[in-house]
């Protein structure tokens, strides 16, 4: 499932150019490290250095469902979304990336 919600109110996009829209209220309980603007509408869009496979994985965490199966992850992109989930302070994903790490 790849988190794009039409209701969502911060458009953020990828380095390969695709766009996630994710809402402002799990953003702010979820996580420090993303500043997004008070009032941004669906033409503001947040460029982000990314890929869409790694913001994929780490906004699913801002999410109330299952969590990706990070064990089926090669190494490198598990790597990259430590990075990510360090980045921007998701902590329930700096977690389980630390666990997977291991």
Do not use: W
């Amino acid at each position: 499932m790849s988190v794009n919600l039409q209701d969502a109110e911060i458009v953020f996009q990828s380095s390969d150019g695709i766009r996630f829209r994710i809402h402002h209220l799990n953003l702010s309980l979820c996580s420090e490290g993303f500043s997004p603007p008070d009032h941004s509408t669906f033409d503001d869009v947040v460029l982000l250095t990314e890929s869409s496979s790694t913001l994929d994985l780490l906004f699913r965490f801002i999410y109330p469902e299952p969590q990706p199966e990070l064990e089926k992850l090669e190494f490198n992109d598990l790597a990259l979304l430590a990075e990510a989930s360090e980045k921007y302070q998701v902590y329930s994903a700096i977690n389980t990336c630390t666990i997977n790490l291991m």
